[in-house]
């Protein structure tokens, strides 16, 4: 089991600075530089004087190794377009997108799981039917869209909730730290909806996949044969069984939680690191966009080693293989 | 004469099948006893209906696409099953009857230890707390000749044989000492030499228990050395029920006459029997479309017009008593005509 971790660290490391590697080079290779020369807003003598303070007038080859060398002592550069150091851009997006992600997997994965358990039970019935047709509506929505559509609705016509931002900048400060929190979720109620509700449908359709599968198997015919409860056979016998595949969907959907949603963070102004990497990728902020991706690809190899851990915990059969090698 | 046990009448159990067109009708008025302590060996081949009859018992019948029949009748312990409330059924389920599947390979479930698993049925039966339940599963590993009992709680199914896997079935039915046990196949998807030791094991364990078992199989050879009465079974319908040792003798019925010469034997050699295995023509109709008349006829050496234009009811064989063994075949009432093609 050490071993296996061990190896797996190794190829996680291994996987980031790859990744690290060709962010580098193809953000360098964009046509288009840091200060803008092509639109000419600043005159060529500062621009040059600019890129000399930055050291972007140097071989590529040395800014990498030198951006290599920096990283490997925790430094990840200076924005040149935020005026700030990277880490301290980003540890003011990540809790936003935290929040956020979060909120929006909890909605994901409780309703997508509970509506997928509801459904297989019901397979085929009149429920079944028009929730997965709802579900299919809403799993063939574009996020951003259904975003818009839910503040015109219930922020514009009916002034429920705010039209975007993440707290009320002159309110907030002002109150108490309580009625602070309860801002920022009336804030956070309508994007985290929007993710929630569109990953919602697709869960649910994987959820009620992998619950019917399991429901027709031998050991839940066995399980009734018991004389359990419909209760305690489903979401105990069944559900247990049905909760494996559903370990590889949440693997793939971590990563999420510090990446961030590009399109709805910007439809409610949310200041997340979907908005800040986008925003690096237009300014060619290249310290700010290679931290982006060094998060992301952090976050993917982390969540493929959780799911693996997981699965592990989870189904017995993989526990002793694991085991033995 | 003692009250059964178990009393099975006119069951009809029926499917509807994919397209919706057609209904399977895959039990189809069956009617049997079973008494207190004794072995009853349901017998027929693959699609003629045991399975189907021993889930409708417990009702584990998936509706849909399967449907009892109103008017079908279940009697266990003096109360019809088919209309308990779920749980009144539930109070039965793997505490007054219960199952045995036949293939233990799926049957357990794969990610709860085979501790948890016969243990489940104690507590929520018996009220026993999870230590006493605990310690009740190790008795009944113990019981069903399982080597380190208190280590192979712990084990998961998949760290298990299938002969091991299938004793664990039987110590998980057999943990509230049920009145009946329904075995389906237990043995078919085993090695033979693990077949007898578990036909042994549930034989030792009806004696010491003193339970009812009703033995579902297709091999004529398990029933001979385990069953005190026979139910052979053919197209949804009962065809002839006997004592063991009578339906061996003198099975009355073509189709159980058939399966019996069917059954390789030692003592005559195949040369002998015109150097061939016998095997019954044609093949089980299917369960949408039974022939009119005698279900059988189709496949019968004996059949003559009657059997294809009316049914025959289960006709008792003479010189015994009443219900002791009876026959669905027109050659009861026209024995002549059995000699004649012999």
């Known amino acids: 089991m050490t071993a296996w971790l061990v190896r797996r660290l190794a190829a996680a490391i291994a996987i980031v600075l790859a990744v690290v590697t060709i962010t580098f080079f193809l953000i360098h290779l964009a046509p288009g530089s840091p200060c803008g020369e092509s639109e000419r807003q600043l005159s060529p003598e500062v621009c040059r004087r600019l890129r000399a303070q930055f050291g972007y007038d140097r071989p590529l080859a040395v800014q990498y190794v030198k951006y290599l060398w920096a990283l490997s002592h925790g430094d990840l550069g200076e924005s040149f377009a935020l005026h700030r150091p990277v880490a301290d851009a980003l540890a003011d997006a990540i809790p936003n997108t935290l929040t956020l992600a979060g909120a929006a997997l909890l909605i994901d994965f409780v309703l997508g799981l509970a509506l997928g358990v509801y459904q297989a039970v019901r397979a085929r019935r009149f429920g079944d039917v028009v929730l997965g047709n709802v579900g299919l509506l809403f799993n063939s929505m574009p996020t951003f869209w259904l975003g818009l559509i839910l503040l015109l609705v219930f922020s514009y016509w009916r002034r429920w909730f705010p039209l975007g931002g993440m707290s009320d900048p002159v309110l907030c400060p002002t109150l108490s730290t309580l009625r602070c929190v309860a801002d920022r979720a009336w804030h956070l109620t309508l994007p985290a909806l929007t993710l929630g509700l569109v990953g919602a449908a697709g869960t649910a359709r994987y959820q009620r996949a992998a619950m019917l599968e399991v429901m027709a198997q031998d050991y839940v015919r066995t399980a009734r044969a018991k004389g359990l409860r419909e209760r305690r056979v489903v979401l105990v016998h069944a559900l247990r069984n049905a909760l494996l595949p559903f370990i590889t969907l949440f693997g793939l959907a971590f990563p999420f939680l510090l990446t961030g949603a590009v399109l709805v963070e910007t439809v409610f102004a949310w200041s997340g690191m979907g908005r800040l990497s986008v925003t690096a990728i237009f300014q060619r902020d290249y310290p700010v966009v290679t931290a982006s991706a060094l998060v992301a690809s952090g976050m993917v190899v982390l969540g493929n080693l959780l799911a693996d851990v997981l699965y592990a915990v989870a189904d017995p059969r993989i526990r002793v293989r694991s085991e033995v090698t | ?342």
């Open chain 2, 1 to 342: 004469m003692t009250e059964p046990l178990l009393r099975v009448r006119d069951l009809k159990t029926y499917f509807v099948t994919e397209q919706g067109s057609g209904t399977a009708r895959a039990v189809d008025g069956v009617s049997l006893d079973l008494f207190p302590g004794e072995t009853l060996g349901l017998v027929g081949e693959s699609g003629c209906g045991k399975t189907v009859t021993s889930l409708s018992i417990l009702r584990l019948i998936p509706e849909p696409p399967g449907h009892i029949r109103p008017g079908s009748f279940i009697e266990f312990e003096g109360r019809n099953l088919l209309t308990l409330a779920p749980k009144e059924l539930r109070a039965i389920r793997g505490n007054r009857i219960a199952m045995v599947f036949q293939e233990p390979m799926t049957s357990l479930n794969p990610v709860f230890t085979v501790g948890d698993q016969i243990a489940e049925a104690a507590i929520v039966h018996q009220g026993l707390s999870r230590n006493a339940a605990r310690a009740r599963a190790v008795e009944m590993l113990t019981l069903v000749g399982i080597p380190d009992p208190q280590e192979r709680v712990d084990h998961y199914p998949h760290q298990m044989s299938g002969g091991m896997r299938q004793r664990v079935m039987i110590a998980m039915a057999l943990v509230c000492h049920p009145k009946l046990l329904i075995a389906d196949e237990p043995t078919t998807a085993l090695d033979v030499t693990i077949q007898a030791q578990i036909l042994e094991l549930l034989d030792r364990l009806q004696r010491e228990l003193g339970m009812a078992v009703m033995l579902i199989t297709h091999d004529l050879g398990v029933v001979a050395g385990t069953a005190d009465r026979v139910v052979v079974m053919y197209a949804g319908q009962v065809v002839e029920q006997a004592p063991t040792t009578t339906l061996f003798a003198r099975p009355l019925h073509p189709y159980t006459e058939g399966l019996l010469a069917s059954v390789p034997r030692l003592d005559t050699r195949v040369s002998q029997v015109r150097g061939r295995l016998h095997s019954i023509p044609g093949q089980v109709p299917a369960a949408t479309a039974w022939p009119t008349g005698c279900r059988f006829h189709p496949r019968c050496p004996y059949a003559w017009d009657r059997c294809a234009s009316e049914e025959p009811p289960l006709l008792d064989a003479p010189g015994g008593e009443a219900g002791a063994h009876t026959v669905r075949c027109w050659l009861l009432t026209e024995p002549q005509r059995r000699e004649r093609r012999a």
